[in-house]
């Protein structure tokens, strides 16, 4: 079967740095998102991986291996409105999209 | 704002009644989605539309009726409903069901209740 592993919850620090991994196990590999979702809202598109390495935009970056199926969202100076849910996604070999089931994360002052 | 718009945002329903959630996006794209979203559990695809046709039906029960009049609305008929159809609705859109990279813009959901 296909499968999607992200922690469910994480705890960080208003300033510190945390890392969310994603771990997937698909049919084939065609991309991987990363979306954030506050509570009650819409998920919102944050990045695109396809190839191997580290991908930056501004505060957020993500990473790919595909080897190892493996991504990580990577996020920087941490702020109280990045308290969310962050979406791992992964397209298929049949172009179906295959979600994780979410990570929450709570940011503590 | 991400240009797709839902409503009602919130619904409760007995299981005798007839409901239908609205989906609407303003961003000119030509697939729509609609997806159920259950506490601590991964999205579930239910639909997809592609320029007005029906492209996946993801082995959902009847009792859910999609209606797609046009590119820019979408339509969920909801009857006989079941206490486990409660769950968030989201409706999503994108420019088309062909590039697997492309970014979905996501509504902010429908809270549906099933008493």
């Known amino acids: 079967g296909q499968n999607i592993d992200q922690p469910t919850e994480m705890t960080a620090t208003e300033g510190a740095i945390v890392q969310i991994n994603c771990t997937y196990q698909t049919s084939g590999f065609n991309g991987l998102f990363w979306y954030q979702q506050h509570a009650g809202e819409a998920p919102t598109f944050l990045s695109y991986?396809?190839l191997d390495g580290l991908e930056e935009k501004g505060r957020f970056s993500s990473f790919l291996s595909r080897s190892k199926g493996y991504s990580y969202l990577l996020l920087k100076e941490l702020q109280m409105k990045d308290s969310a849910s962050y979406l791992c996604a992964v397209i298929d070999s049949n172009y179906q999209l295959i979600w994780g089931a979410g990570t929450k994360l709570i940011i503590k002052p | 704002e991400t240009g797709v718009t839902q409503t009602p945002r919130h619904l409760v329903m007995g299981m005798t009644n007839k409901k239908s959630l609205k989906c609407e996006q303003h961003l000119g794209h030509n697939a729509m989605y609609w997806y159920k979203q259950s506490a601590k559990k991964p999205l579930e695809l239910m639909f997809v539309?592609?320029?007005?046709?029906?492209?996946e039906n993801n082995s959902v029960p009847s009792r859910f009726s999609p209606e797609c009049p046009n590119s820019s609305h979408l339509f969920l008929h909801l009857h006989t409903l079941q206490p486990e159809d409660s769950a968030l609705y989201l409706c999503a859109s994108s420019q088309d069901r062909g590039d697997p990279a492309e970014e979905q813009f996501f509504g902010p959901g429908t809270r549906l209740t099933v008493l």
């Open positions: 539309y592609n320029f007005k046709e029906q492209t």
């Open positions: 991986n396809v």
